[in-house]
C-alpha cells in the first residue's frame, strides 16, 4: 500500500506529464503546474527538487506508458509478420493512444528539449533506442525463423521502420491531418508484405 507521500508524488506526475508534454519545458510555467495540481509551490517543491526533476518525472511516466503499450502489441502470439502488423495497428491510431498525454511523448520532448535540456534530450533519445530495439528484436526473431529476409540489418531496418513512423506522426501532428499517419502506415504494411515477408 503506497503511502500519502506516494500517492500525493504519483499524482503530481500523473497530473503535470500531459502539461509539460504540450507546453515543453520551457513553456510550462510552475504557475501552470500549481493550477493543476491544486498545490502549492512549496508542496511541488517537497515532492521534486526543482522544476528539472519534475519534467523528467513527467515524461519517465509518458514513456513508460509507450514503452508498455509496444511491448504488448510486439509480444502477440504469432509470427514475426503477426508481431509489426500489431505495431503498425498501434500507429495507426497512435494519435488516440497519446490523446491523454498531450501528444507524441518522443515527437514532443525530443524536440522542445533538444535545445533547452540536455538531460530531457538524452532521455527522449534513450525512449528511441529502446523502441528501435524492441523492434529490430522481433525483426531478428524472424530472420532466424525463417520468416523475413532484410535487406539491411535488423537494427537498421527497425530505424528506418521507426523513423518512417516518427514523421508520419509529425507531420499529422503539424497539420492536423491524419491521413499522414494512415497513409504512411498503409505503405509500411505493404513495404513489410513485399520486401520482407519470405
Known amino acids: 500500500m503506497p503511502t500519502k507521500a506516494e500517492r500525493t508524488t504519483a499524482y503530481i506526475i500523473e497530473t503535470v506529464a500531459p502539461i509539460f508534454n504540450k507546453h515543453g519545458y520551457v513553456g ?63 500507429y495507426r491510431h497512435y494519435d488516440s493512444f497519446t490523446a491523454s498525454m498531450g501528444g507524441c511523448p518522443v515527437l514532443n520532448v525530443g524536440v522542445d528539449a533538444k535545445y533547452n535540456n540536455a538531460i530531457l534530450k538524452a532521455a527522449a533519445n534513450e525512449t528511441i533506442r529502446t523502441i528501435e530495439g524492441k523492434i529490430a528484436l522481433v525483426l531478428e526473431n524472424g530472420v532466424k525463423n525463417n520468416e523475413l529476409k532484410l535487406p539491411v540489418t535488423p537494427l537498421q531496418f527497425a530505424k528506418q521502420l521507426y523513423t518512417m513512423i516518427q514523421g508520419a506522426t509529425a507531420m499529422a501532428t503539424i497539420t492536423g491531418d491524419r491521413k499522414y499517419l494512415i497513409n504512411t502506415i498503409a505503405y509500411l504494411d505493404v513495404l513489410v508484405k513485399k520486401e520482407i515477408k519470405k
Open 28 to 90: 510550462t510555467s510552475m504557475n501552470d503546474l500549481t493550477e493543476a495540481t491544486g498545490l502549492t509551490k512549496g508542496a511541488l517543491y517537497g515532492n521534486f527538487e526543482n522544476k528539472e526533476a519534475l519534467a523528467i518525472a513527467a515524461f519517465e511516466y509518458n514513456s513508460k506508458q509507450l514503452l508498455k503499450a509496444i511491448d504488448d502489441k510486439l509480444n502477440v502470439e504469432g509470427t514475426a509478420l503477426e508481431k509489426l502488423f500489431s505495431l503498425t495497428d498501434f
